[in-house]
């Protein structure tokens, strides 16, 4: 028997919930076959969760129809659509619960009739409580984020941040909050083990990507949440990876550390992405210049640290590069 849930014709402001198990499963989707998920996602929340007469313990296959122009971009098209659910029809999830790992496909097949606008999928029974969230714990995220962003590491990024966005475990900056991976691990969750083999095309393919994207879309006052990271190492290679979440809902921001180097290095990467450094190459050097004065009057670096940090908590709409500038022209450069 099957389930049938109404068209989801418009997107409008959702908040989804998945078991935390699904977050953190080891998959590897593209960007049309995600939000494709996200859509069932939230037709399923919306029946099972929303609503108080859904079955949230036994669970047949459920039907989901899907606006084509929810999952069309501007430079795609529906054969590409095709392409992708053809895909996530044979593709597998794999999660561990209650000491167990379970594979399953995320949907069974799908049908679209000639010259509708409507797909029909069908989402196989094994997935439903996962996407119901019956663990204990869930990730909550905003559906109208989800669907925009536009790349596939980006999605998986907002989830992970949404899950540990009020996690203050983090010893040393308990106003963000934080999670960590190995770099293996990490891999091995977005099975990127023979991809990005080198840590340096991870870093810029899979990272700086991400984080570059949430955090113009949070700046831009289009998404809630944006991350920072902090590569750590062992020996001479990088093994883990410290992640920070900035929250637009918490308002939590860097507001201290106690170890100069983290200062330093978020004073970098502050400066670097506010004045464009990597596309303007006199600004990467009055950075540096800026850095190396401050490691040689290392009473200078928190002090640059948390005027940068109150700036960045106490006027979210300032034009961050000038007002930087300011500061360091007038408070930091004139220290000899």
């Not at 080891?26 to 029946?47: G, H, M, N, Q």
């Not at 996962?130 to 990730?139: D, G, I, Y």
Request: with cysteine; net charge positive.
């Amino acid at each position: 028997m099957l389930i049938t849930i109404p068209v989801l014709r418009n997107i409008k402001e959702v908040t989804l919930a998945q078991a935390n198990a699904l977050t953190q499963a080891r998959y590897d989707f593209t960007l049309v076959e995600k939000r494709a998920l996200y859509f069932v996602i939230s037709e399923v929340r919306r029946r099972f969760i929303d609503r108080t007469d859904g079955q949230r313990t036994l669970f047949n296959d459920l039907v989901v129809y899907i606006s084509t122009s929810n999952l069309t971009g501007a430079n795609m098209k529906l054969s590409e659509v095709y392409s992708s659910l053809r895909l996530l029809c044979e593709k597998k999830i794999w999660l561990m619960q209650d000491g167990a790992e379970i594979d399953f496909t995320f949907i069974a097949f799908f049908d679209h009739k000639q010259r509708g606008t409507l797909l029909e999928v069908v989402v196989s029974a094994k997935v439903l409580p996962f996407l119901v969230a019956l663990a204990s714990h869930f990730t909550t995220y905003s559906l109208t984020v989800a669907v925009t962003l536009n790349a596939k590491y980006s999605q998986r990024f907002y989830e992970f941040c949404s899950q540990y966005e009020n996690n203050d475990s983090d010893p040393e900056n308990s106003n963000s909050g934080y999670f960590f991976f190995t770099v293996t691990d990490l891999r091995r969750k977005l099975m990127i083990e023979d991809k990005y083999p080198k840590y340096g095309l991870m870093k810029k393919y899979v990272l700086d990507t991400a984080q570059r994207e949430l955090k113009t879309m949070f700046d831009a006052g289009q998404c809630n949440l944006y991350f920072e990271y902090r590569e750590e190492k062992a020996g001479k290679r990088i093994n883990r990876l410290h992640f920070f979440v900035y929250s637009r809902n918490t308002k939590k921001h860097v507001v201290g550390s106690h170890n100069l180097m983290d200062q330093t290095y978020y004073i970098r990467l502050w400066l670097e992405g506010w004045l464009s450094a990597k596309t303007r190459p006199k600004n990467k050097e009055w950075v540096n210049m800026v850095i190396s004065h401050i490691n040689l009057r290392p009473t200078l670096i928190t002090k640059l640290y948390l005027r940068l940090a109150k700036m960045k908590t106490e006027d979210l709409q300032a034009n961050y590069a000038a007002l930087a500038r300011h500061i360091i022209e007038k408070d930091i450069l004139t220290v000899k």
